[in-house]
């Protein structure tokens, strides 16, 4: 870590290199830090091109971090509505040079089609919180329980600005929890997002899924392609080969 690095960092952040074009990220563990969800989302992604992607719920960047350096998107940008998270990934975005090409917003999700002009993306992405209600919740303001509860967005909120932000024919990217899929993907369709692929996640290869990847396309044909299912381990702490190259090992 360079002393001009470590000038940037507030109590308890760390900086963690993301194995990607000597790309790093600033987290506080005490807060939220991006977990294998953004990983498997981008590496689901693959290289799109277009002018414009934004990133629903950014955190602390992790997404747009990552895509700058596996696609050919002109510009990226996040929105977080947490103004600590948004502030931690400016400065992420500050320290590798980035700033030009990855804007971050405070704002808040469900008002999104306020803050952005309309059919004006060609790319969104979503890791959003997949927990219904606040069942079991302790504090409710925490960034990592606004992160994993609906508490500030459903996820009718995000299909519906999404609807509203994508260009005709453009690409929505999700991450979300098997045990909700049925809702999913009625909530796509209603605003006109058919979904076109999607991914089963398993954490092994005898395991029920945990995880699933979406793609959808405002305005497409209806008809999905579900590809083969993504195994996260071959054994305990044992990453498949998949899954490490996603990673950059």
């Given amino acids: 870590m360079t002393e001009t690095e470590t000038q940037m960092l507030k109590p308890n952040e760390r900086i963690d290199d993301l194995q990607r074009n000597g790309l790093k990220i600033i987290q506080n563990s005490e ?4 977990g294998m969800d953004a ?3 981008s590496g689901f992604v693959g290289n ?3 002018k414009q992607m934004l990133d629903l719920g950014t955190g602390t960047g992790i997404l747009p971090l990552l895509l700058s350096a596996k696609t050919d998107i002109e510009h990226l940008t996040g929105l977080e509505i947490q103004p600590e998270s948004a502030e931690m990934a400016q400065r992420s975005m500050d320290m590798n040079g980035l700033s030009d090409r990855i804007s971050i917003v405070t704002g808040d ?3 999104a089609d306020q803050l952005f002009e309309l059919s004006s993306m ?4 979503c890791n959003p919180p997949y927990m219904i209600g606040q069942h079991g919740i302790t504090n409710p303001d925490s960034p990592k329980a606004i992160a994993r509860h609906e508490i500030l967005c459903t996820f ?3 299909a519906r600005v999404t609807g509203r932000l994508l260009k005709p024919g453009g690409h929505f990217f999700l991450v979300h929890r098997p045990f909700r899929l049925v809702e999913i993907m009625n909530t796509l369709t209603k605003y006109h997002l058919e979904p076109k692929r999607m991914r089963l996640v398993h954490p092994f290869v005898d395991r029920e899924p945990n995880m699933v990847l979406i793609e959808a396309v405002r305005g497409g044909n209806s008809r999905i392609s579900v590809e083969k299912p993504l195994i996260l ?3 305990p702490d044992v990453y498949t080969e998949e899954v490490r190259e996603m990673y950059g090992f």
């Fill in 48 to 50: 799109v091109r277009g």
């Fill in 39 to 41: 990983v498997l989302l």
């Fill in 122 to 125: 060609d790319v969104i992405t």
């Fill in 31 to 34: 807060k939220f830090c991006f």
């Fill in 156 to 158: 009718d909120d995000v």
């Fill in 233 to 235: 381990f071959d054994e």
């Fill in 109 to 111: 999700i469900k008002t």
